[in-house]
């Protein structure tokens, strides 16, 4: 199979996923952008549980949130999507629904359900309409002045759109989110940030660890699917070929893996458990 590559840690910009998470669980940087994006005062936030995951007992699919934390009365889930998100409407039906019965499971009952705010911030534009945000609440059809009242919040921050945006935090951060680019003090807070996570052994540790599983993942998916069109009539020379390139393939995969790792300093022992390589095979790259 072709081998399983995953972006080096140098190369990470605060919109990707994992780096996304690693900077929202700091606080001061998690309280500016909420506070700068729903144009709120937070008192205060619990830690923020990255990538925390709800999963109900009565349903095995469970919703991964990318940054899911709370102040004393509210509770948001924030999430960064450098692609096109289809259905996100239905998406976020659903991770309203996980967080309420989250708040549920731990003994709140519904009228003392918290005000939350389910927040994308998206590199591509959702709704192709060129708006920066889209803000989405429950009203009458028939009357709307007349609201639901059920504190729930969506907002889809659309960073294509920044030029449009008319208040200047937001649109220096949706900047940033989009291009990198640092135009006030807060988004050079965050840039420095990203940057101090790159050094950390911690941070570092994770992410090799979460992108091997990923590369697992995907072999296994690959090789899964390899086998059942197999089952359903290739010949056994093609199979035995087709064997041969996936063993081949995971080497590779493997051997490009160690690459990587080494020329960021990695531990070679480290690297050896993690790719399955020997020391030697690694210290000869």
């Known amino acids: 199979m072709v081998g399983y590559n995953f972006k080096p840690v140098e190369d990470l910009v605060f919109s990707d996923d994992f780096m996304f998470g690693a900077v929202m669980r700091e606080p ?160 050079k807070e965050i840039a420095a940030m990203v940057q101090t996570k790159k050094f950390q052994n911690t941070f570092l540790n994770e992410y090799l660890a979460i992108q091997l599983h990923e590369r697992d993942v995907t072999e296994r998916a690959t090789e899964k699917g390899l086998a059942q069109g197999i089952e359903q009539g290739m010949a056994k020379g093609m199979a035995q070929g087709m064997a041969q390139g996936i063993a081949q393939g995971a080497k590779e995969a493997n051997l490009s893996t160690a690459k990587i790792l080494k020329q960021s300093n990695v531990d070679i022992a480290l690297i050896a458990k993690s790719t399955g390589l020997s020391p030697a095979e690694i210290e000869a790259l």
């Open 28 to 187: 001061k940087i998690c309280k500016g952008v909420l506070e700068r994006l729903l144009q709120i005062k937070i008192d205060h936030l619990e830690y923020p549980e990255l990538q925390k995951t709800i999963s109900p007992f009565y349903t095995q699919k469970g919703v991964r949130l990318d940054v899911y934390l709370a102040d004393s009365n509210r509770v948001f889930d924030v999430e960064c999507q450098t692609y096109k998100i289809k259905n996100i409407g239905k998406r976020a039906r659903y991770y309203q629904s996980m967080i309420d019965i989250d708040s549920l499971f731990k003994g709140i009952d519904y009228s003392e359900l918290k005000e939350s705010y389910i927040i994308f911030i998206c590199t591509d534009d959702p709704f192709n309409e060129n708006l920066p945000v889209y803000t989405f609440e429950r009203i009458c059809k028939e009357n709307a002045d007349v609201k639901l009242n059920d504190c729930t919040h969506h907002l889809i921050f659309n960073a294509a759109a920044y030029k449009k945006e008319t208040n200047q935090e937001i649109k220096d951060f949706l900047a940033f989110v989009k291009d990198n680019a640092v135009q006030s003090d807060f988004t």
